[in-house]
């Protein structure tokens, strides 16, 4: 088990004292100046990142719908346009100048019928797939909450699905626990179970708690600390996985409970 955290827990240095490897969460990096990538920003983290010898992975820009995320980065994978994928390869590239090994997708929204919406993320995530292949990064499409129903792969039979679809050794799943115990509604056995199917694909896993029960804000997407929630996370035992467990979690204070949390579990 590698231990890691989200960079938008706390500044770089910061993080570094404390994990193993860090997700670089590009959305809030300020790698882009609007829709531009600016290189003099990405030589700045390149400079730092080789100061520190640390593993690192990117999440990708996606469909953000907080008021702070920017809505030039906004990606919908199932409704892309020469614009959103231009963005998405430069992630996938950048991802290869950085040395991150794993880039983190999310899977797209429900516009119009649910199966054209899901063939056309599949369609969209093998031309994805083909650009991480050249650049030899593997994405991770990451399970949705289903308290939001216009989200595509909340599910483990869908998640499965849009792998299969992609047919990629490239393409491979992000287990989110947050999200998969949104999906089942706090139901453990629900949350193990999905867990158990779709263990022999994952490559990244985030952790984060909440109560399993929509609220007003996020859908009840709350990236609490683990603890804080109802998350029951011997279920990580299933995954039978010894890669990077990222904490996604808002603050160093988290991070440091979710450490606890995890080495508890080796």
């Given at each position: 088990?590698?231990?890691?955290?989200?960079?938008?827990?706390?500044?770089?240095?910061?993080?570094?004292?404390?994990?193993?490897?860090?997700?670089?969460?590009?959305?809030?990096?300020?790698?882009?100046?609007?829709?531009?990538?600016?290189?003099?920003?990405?030589?700045?983290?390149?400079?730092?990142?080789?100061?520190?010898?640390?593993?690192?992975?990117?999440?990708?820009?996606?469909?953000?719908?907080?008021?702070?995320?920017?809505?030039?980065?906004?990606?919908?994978?199932?409704?892309?346009?020469?614009?959103?994928?231009?963005?998405?390869?430069?992630?996938?590239?950048?991802?290869?100048?950085?040395?991150?090994?794993?880039?983190?997708?999310?899977?797209?929204?429900?516009?119009?019928?649910?199966?054209?919406?899901?063939?056309?993320?599949?369609?969209?995530?093998?031309?994805?797939?083909?650009?991480?292949?050249?650049?030899?990064?593997?994405?991770?499409?990451?399970?949705?909450?289903?308290?939001?129903?216009?989200?595509?792969?909340?599910?483990?039979?869908?998640?499965?699905?849009?792998?299969?679809?992609?047919?990629?050794?490239?393409?491979?799943?992000?287990?989110?626990?947050?999200?998969?115990?949104?999906?089942?509604?706090?139901?453990?056995?629900?949350?193990?179970?999905?867990?158990?199917?779709?263990?022999?694909?994952?490559?990244?896993?985030?952790?984060?708690?909440?109560?399993?029960?929509?609220?007003?804000?996020?859908?009840?997407?709350?990236?609490?600390?683990?603890?804080?929630?109802?998350?029951?996370?011997?279920?990580?035992?299933?995954?039978?996985?010894?890669?990077?467990?990222?904490?996604?979690?808002?603050?160093?204070?988290?991070?440091?409970k979710g450490k606890v949390m995890l080495k508890s579990?080796?």
């Open positions: 088990m590698i231990i890691g955290a989200s960079s938008f827990a706390a500044p770089l240095p910061e993080l570094r004292k404390e994990v193993e490897s860090i997700e670089l969460y590009i959305p809030k990096l300020g790698l882009y100046s609007g829709y531009r990538l600016v290189k003099e920003n990405v030589d700045k983290l390149h400079d730092l990142l080789s100061t520190y010898s640390i593993p690192t992975s990117i999440h990708a820009p996606y469909f953000g719908e907080t008021p702070k995320y920017p809505v030039e980065l906004v990606v919908d994978t199932a409704h892309m346009g020469k614009t959103q994928f231009r963005i998405m390869e430069e992630n996938i590239s950048l991802a290869h100048e950085l040395g991150s090994s794993v880039v983190v997708v999310h899977p797209g929204k429900v516009r119009g019928g649910r199966e054209s919406s899901f063939m056309q993320m599949v369609e969209n995530l093998r031309q994805l797939s083909a650009k991480a292949g050249d650049c030899g990064v593997v994405l991770g499409l990451e399970n949705k909450e289903g308290t939001d129903l216009a989200n595509l792969c909340c599910t483990a039979e869908e998640l499965l699905r849009a792998v299969e679809e992609v047919n990629s050794r490239f393409l491979r799943i992000t287990f989110d626990t947050g999200h998969a115990n949104l999906t089942y509604g706090g139901d453990m056995g629900g949350l193990r179970g999905f867990v158990k199917k779709i263990s022999d694909h994952v490559v990244h896993v985030h952790v984060h708690d909440n109560t399993g029960t929509t609220d007003e804000k996020y859908f009840g997407d709350m990236h609490f600390a683990p603890g804080e929630g109802n998350i029951d996370f011997t279920i990580l035992r299933e995954l039978h996985f010894d890669g990077v467990y990222n904490l996604e979690v808002f603050s160093i204070e988290d991070v440091r579990l080796m």
